[in-house]
C-alpha cells in the first residue's frame, strides 16, 4: 500500500475542467501542480481518473482507484484550485475533520501552493462531506 495523489477533475478528454478565470482553467493548471509534487514525492502513486465521462463517475473512478493502493494508514491528495463569484479565489486544501496531523499538512501544502503561484491562501478546510474525503480509505 502506498501514498497516492491526482490532479482534481478530468475524466475523458478533460470533460470536465473545473473553476475558470482569467483565460486559465483549473484542471489545466492543477495538472501542472501534480506533475511538480509527483517529481518531488515520486513514491506517491497516482489515482487521478481519465476514464468517466461524468462528475459522479469520474468521483467514484478516483475514489476506487485511491482505495485500490492505499489504505487507512496511508495518505491521499486532491490537487484542486477553487474558484467562487469572482472574489473568492485561491489554493485551500481539504482534510478529513478531526486529523490533527493532517489538517497540519494542509495548511503547509496550501500556503506553498498559494506562494508559488501568487495566489491568496484560503488555507485548510475540514469537511466528512466531499465525496473523495469521505470514501477513500486513505487520510
Known amino acids: 500500500m502506498a501514498d497516492s495523489t491526482h490532479a482534481g477533475h478530468g475524466g475523458k478528454n478533460n470533460f470536465d475542467m473545473g ?34 465521462t461524468n462528475v459522479n463517475q469520474n468521483l467514484i473512478n478516483i475514489v476506487n482507484n485511491t482505495n485500490r493502493v492505499s489504505n487507512s494508514r496511508e495518505r491521499t491528495l486532491s490537487h484542486h484550485l477553487n474558484a467562487f463569484n469572482g472574489k473568492a479565489t485561491g489554493s485551500e486544501v481539504w482534510y478529513y475533520a478531526g486529523d490533527e496531523l493532517m489538517r497540519q499538512k494542509a495548511a503547509r501544502i496550501s500556503s506553498i501552493i498559494a506562494k508559488t503561484l501568487g495566489i491568496p491562501d484560503r488555507g485548510p478546510k475540514a469537511t466528512t462531506s466531499l465525496y473523495v474525503v469521505s470514501y477513500t480509505n486513505a487520510h
Open 19 to 52: 473553476a475558470g478565470g482569467g483565460g486559465r482553467w483549473e484542471r489545466t493548471e492543477v495538472l501542472k501542480i501534480q506533475a511538480h509534487f509527483r517529481a518531488w514525492n515520486p513514491n506517491w502513486l497516482e489515482v487521478g481518473d481519465t476514464l468517466a
